[in-house]
C-alpha cells in the first residue's frame, strides 16, 4: 500500500512537471492581443491586395 502510494506521488509529480513545461511553451509562445491584430490586419491587406490584382489581371 505505501510503495502503491509512493509510485502515485512519482506519477503525480512527474505529470506536474510536464503540465508546467506545457504551461511554460504556452506562454513563451503566445502572441498578445496587439501582436494579433496587427497579423490580422496584415492578412487583410494582402488579400485586398491579391483579390484587386486577380480582377485586374482577368478584366473583371
Known amino acids: 500500500m505505501a510503495q502503491e502510494m509512493n509510485l502515485d506521488v512519482k506519477e503525480i509529480l ?3 512537471a510536464r503540465l508546467q513545461a506545457d504551461v ?3 506562454k513563451s509562445n503566445m502572441k498578445l492581443e496587439d501582436e494579433l491584430k496587427e497579423e490580422m490586419k496584415a492578412w487583410e491587406e494582402t488579400g485586398a491586395e491579391d483579390c484587386a490584382n ?3 489581371k482577368h478584366n473583371l
Do not use: A
Open 24 to 26: 511554460e511553451y504556452i
Open 14 to 16: 512527474t505529470r506536474l
Open 54 to 56: 486577380f480582377l485586374e
